[in-house]
């Protein structure tokens, strides 16, 4: 049931006369609800602006919360979803906030029309609902940008020497991980331009066909970036399990400890350097 343009006129009337007692009693009915959580200077002044924005909205004769007239009242309900969703309160929480707002009006004024409440009541929930999905909306992204930052600082990728870098990878990998895992590494051999990377997997619980796939390309990867792999933390077990998957690494080095690895670059290192050194002294 929608607004009429005489109801919304009534309503905005209303709401503006009795704004002092209409916000006091909303605060009180709000306040119960977040259970301190919420300094009661700070939730009278949000309703007090939001007091405002639905008179605003009645008095443009907005029929419904898709009116123009109630475009500063939908602005201040997103930006109350979105600041809620961030302090951590629930969805029911912030929506009952806004609830909250037709049992102030019903006892603030006295000998309201049953037909004119009921349709202020729906423009009330719809102003509700979009709170709600607003919050739902924000909570989602905040999900989402935590979700990111997690899986990047479970990839790092580590400079151990002088031209040697490292992943240690814990935990699965799993497609969108071992994505994750070759742009960092490639973008830390631009960086740094080291000619070896090693990847650890002490940390990987188990290795199966795909985890293998993963690692293999993200070597593939880093050798045409001209960087040697070498990788590390074969533990028996996996070992066994490489075996009895038939999976074969090829001609990648793999060492049982990152400690090994590092030992095996370093040494491979200093031959090469040598060759040079020699190639240099020849006539």
Same mark, same amino acid.
């Given at each position: 049931m929608t607004l009429s343009a005489d109801e919304a006129a009534r309503f905005a009337a209303l709401v503006d006369e009795?704004? !002092? $007692? &209409?916000?006091t009693a909303w605060t009180e009915r709000v306040a119960s609800t977040l259970r301190g959580r919420l300094s009661h200077a700070e939730l009278q002044r949000q309703n007090g602006e939001l007091r405002r924005g639905f008179q605003q909205a009645l008095a443009g004769s907005a029929q419904d919360l898709a009116a123009e007239p109630a475009a500063e009242l939908r602005a201040q309900l997103a930006e109350l979803s979105s600041t809620r969703a961030r302090q951590g309160f629930s969805a029911t929480e912030t929506a009952v906030s806004i609830f909250a707002f037709k049992d102030a009006v019903l006892n603030a004024f006295d000998g309201v029309n049953v037909r004119d409440y009921v349709a202020f009541s729906s423009f009330v929930d719809e102003a509700a609902l979009f709170t709600f999905d607003s919050y739902v909306?924000?909570?989602? !992204? &905040? *999900? $989402?940008?935590?979700? !990111?930052?997690l899986l990047e600082l479970s990839t790092p990728v580590v400079k151990l020497w002088e031209g040697v870098v490292a992943v240690p990878l814990v935990g699965t990998l799993d497609s969108a991980r071992a994505q994750v895992v070759m742009e960092r590494l490639l973008q830390t051999l631009v960086d740094t331009?080291?000619?070896?990377a090693i990847i650890d997997i002490t940390g990987v619980p188990a290795v199966d066909t795909q985890v293998a796939q993963h690692i293999l390309k993200t070597v593939v990867a880093a050798r045409l970036?001209?960087?040697?792999? =070498? =990788?590390?933390? =074969?533990?028996?077990? =996996? $070992?066994?399990? *490489?075996?009895?998957l038939g999976i074969e690494f090829g001609d990648i080095a793999t060492k049982s400890s990152l400690a090994d690895a590092l030992r095996y670059v370093l040494a491979k290192a200093g031959q090469n350097k040598q060759s040079k050194q020699s190639k240099r002294r020849e006539p």
């Open positions: 009795h704004q !002092e $007692a &209409l916000v909306r924000v909570r989602e !992204e &905040l *999900i $989402a940008d935590q979700a !990111e930052q331009g080291s000619p070896y970036m001209g960087a040697d792999c =070498i =990788i590390s933390g =074969i533990r028996p077990q =996996i $070992a066994q399990t *490489i075996v009895a």
